[in-house]
Every structure is written in C-alpha cells, then in structure tokens.
C-alpha cells in the first residue's frame, strides 16, 4: 500500500530526508514518533505527494509515483489520500457541511450526492446539530471532526495525521483517537500517524522512530 525506498530530500545545505525505507501494508495503522526537526512531517508529506523527493522510489497502491506530473499526483492525491494536520485548515467563511464536501466538488460529482455523503460523514462523527454552524462557532474537538469528515469523504484508501491530537485537550484528544481506530476497523483503511502522544503511538500496529532523518528499526 506504502512503499519507500531510499527516499532522499534537501531543503538547499540541509539533508532532512537521507534514504528513508518504510512499507506499510493494506489495513495497517502504523505511528511515527521522534523529536522535532527528525524529518517526520517532511516524510509524510511527501507520502501524501504533496512534495517530492529529491531522490528515492514511493509507491502507492503497487504504482510507482517517480515519474508522475504534478497534475497526476493531485488527482491520486484528492481521490485516494485524506489528510488531518494538527491545526484544521477549515475556512472560516464555509460552514461545518461546506467544509467538508470542498474535495467533492473539487473532484467532480453531482452536488446532490456529495452533499448527502457530507450529511452522512457528520452525522456518523456525531455533528448532525453542527452542520451550518461555522469554525469559529464550534470547540476545537468539534473541528477537528469537521476536518476529519472532510479527508473522509472522497473515499480515501490511505488517511495521513500530523499530530491530530496535538492542538487539543485530553478528553477531546481521546475521542479522535477513538475516531481513528474505529474508521480502521470498520473501512479497513490504511492509515499513519506521526505523532509526539507516546499514548498514540502505544496504541497503533507498529511504532517506528524517526532520528536525524532516518527511520530506525
């Protein structure tokens, strides 16, 4: 499902990524732990395409990404990977149900159908009473759920967490977690987490560690 192979990445003098190796199989709930400035954000990033490596292989689902246009690795990317960073990136203008079904028009679909799917998606996370309201209206717990319904709706094979717990308290931070494992569970998605929550981390498949840009078995 994820596969890297010596994956390599520069930013000018500084080596942050030097040839990291990873696979995580189909259905597999895998953490990444490690201090600031290990190269942990930066790889999964680059997992998720949304930056290249300056030299390696990455495939996902068994195809090869190395030779792929930017065009290319942003239609994989909206229909077959989610993302959920620490801060919600939900815009403060759109409301809770707006937010959500944005990577369905940007996808293509009848309005309809994303719309009721986006229904859905908030009714099963439990903000069926939140839909119109916006951002600034709901707890941090509440948006983060938002963002979580929205990297849910085109139907993701791979969900990517950058610190999804890590701007909220504790009671909140136990129910995304809960979230996580659940969608694992019942969707059998395949998901990795990078995370400073050694309670996450406890929690998932399998821990690596990320140290000075290398991942360490």
């Not at 732990?33 to 996902?60: E, Q």
């Not at 990297?151 to 610190?163: C, G, S, T």
């Not at 717990?165 to 969707?187: A, H, M, P």
């Amino acid at each position: 499902m994820i596969y890297c192979k010596g994956i390599e990445k520069n930013y000018q003098k500084l080596k942050v990524l030097k040839g990291v190796n990873l696979e995580i199989k189909e259905g597999e709930l895998v953490s990444i732990v490690g201090s600031s400035g290990a190269g942990k954000s930066t790889l999964l990033h680059i997992i998720g395409t949304l930056d290249r490596p300056d030299s390696g292989n990455l495939v996902l689902n068994g195809l090869s990404t190395s030779n792929w246009s930017e065009k290319e690795l942003a239609d994989f990317r909206n229909r077959n990977i989610g993302f959920i960073f620490q801060f919600h990136h939900l815009l403060a203008e759109l409301t809770a149900l707006e937010n959500v079904c944005l990577p369905g028009f940007i996808a293509g679909g009848t309005e309809k159908a994303i719309l009721d799917h986006g229904k859905e998606l908030l009714d099963y996370l439990g903000l069926s009473e939140r839909m119109s309201h916006k951002p600034g209206q709901m707890s941090g717990g509440e948006q983060q759920r938002v963002a979580l319904a929205r990297a849910l709706l085109n139907h993701p094979k791979i969900l990517l967490a950058d610190e999804p717990t890590g701007n909220l308290d504790q009671e909140n931070s136990s129910e995304v977690l809960k979230l996580l494992f659940k969608l694992r569970d019942e969707l059998n998605m395949t998901m990795l987490i990078v995370t400073h929550d050694p309670n996450i981390a406890s929690k998932t498949q399998k821990t690596y560690t990320m140290k000075d840009g290398l991942i360490i078995f």
